[in-house]
């Protein structure tokens, strides 16, 4: 191929993706409806609607993760590599009717719930402090408890510390999006009202929970995208936990043992971030939020 030839490629190519990515932005950023893009797709196949992979246009619609894409796809019966534009009648029909039962309420800016779990002293706290101290516009939820406060944690901002009896009250008023008892000692839950909401003006919200909390809120709240937090390495985790001193040699072990069954559970979430750095760890979840002023979400497994 001439130069020439090549080079005119080259810029087509880029124009195509960046086409793609503005009309994934836009259904991200509920500017389009995703039953908009399919039909439009169907139209005309040559158009960047029509060249969208049926995955790229899944995974942009707000408060899915690639986890979820992927079990979507295989009960429309659609090849991860299938186009919007090239998809046959009979899939056609299918993606159809799932997009508009999911297409209801006006164009608005996406409130999304990211759930953001992990093993025992991998660093969810801290990464979350980063959040709170450097993006006052991400909302947190704060999460009530019946453990103790730990040296330097304020009621109210880290958590709610409540008694047992507090706890059961709150319970019965199903004022809980989930809780649960961990490491079989402390209570912990997630306060509903104030993330309902916060997700109904269209505003994101960031949890910060254990494993049972985060498996709860999915069957709760199946738009929430669930994020996992890595460490490095296991020698690294280790570290980390020996290291801060707030718990006996007994109960660190214990926890070793806990983050061993809670690593193997990584593969249940949508969106995998390694936490070698807090900030570049923090910036990453913060994308997830979709945050306005931020850049586009990406994944990192």
């Known amino acids: 191929m001439p130069e020439v030839d090549r080079v005119a490629a080259s810029r087509a190519a880029i124009a195509a993706r960046r086409a793609r ?10 500017e389009r409806r995703p ?3 399919a039909e439009a797709a169907w139209a005309d196949p040559s158009t960047p609607e029509g060249s969208l992979r049926v995955r790229e246009l899944l995974t942009s ?3 899915i993760g690639p986890s979820r894409v992927a ?12 186009r919007v534009g090239g998809l046959g009648a009979r899939q056609r029909v299918r993606l159809r009717d799932w997009l508009a039962a999911r297409d209801v309420g006006p164009l608005r800016a996406a409130g999304r719930l990211v759930v953001l779990a992990g093993p025992t002293a991998v660093g969810k706290g801290t990464v979350s402090a980063h959040i709170r101290d450097n993006y ?3 909302l947190l939820s704060v999460s009530a408890t019946t453990r103790p406060p730990r040296p330097g944690e304020v009621d109210g901002r880290h958590y709610y510390f409540v008694s047992d009896e507090q706890f059961d009250a709150m319970i019965e008023g199903n004022d809980f999006l989930e809780y649960a008892t961990v490491h079989n000692a402390s209570r912990y839950g997630t306060p509903r009202p104030p993330i309902e909401a ?4 269209g505003r994101s919200v960031l949890l910060e929970i254990d494993l049972q909390g985060a498996r709860a809120v999915r069957e709760a709240m199946p738009d929430a995208l669930l994020v996992f937090l890595l460490p490095p390495s296991w020698e690294e985790l280790v570290r980390r936990l020996t290291g801060r001193g707030t718990e006996s040699a007994a109960e660190q072990a214990r ?4 983050a061993k069954v809670e690593l193997a559970a990584q593969h249940e979430f949508d969106v995998r971030v ?8 923090a910036r990453e979840v913060v994308e997830l939020l979709a945050v306005p002023g931020t850049d586009s979400a990406r994944t990192r497994t």
Do not use: F, S, W
């Open 21 to 30: 990515a503005a009309v994934k932005e836009a259904v991200r950023r509920r």
């Open 35 to 37: 039953l908009e893009i």
């Open 61 to 63: 619609i707000p408060g």
């Open 71 to 82: 079990r979507i796809m295989e009960e429309l019966g659609i090849a991860d590599a299938k």
């Open 136 to 138: 006052p516009e991400v």
């Open 198 to 201: 916060a997700l109904a003006e």
């Open 255 to 258: 926890r070793l043992e806990t």
């Open 274 to 281: 390694v936490n070698h750095d807090v900030g570049r760890a």
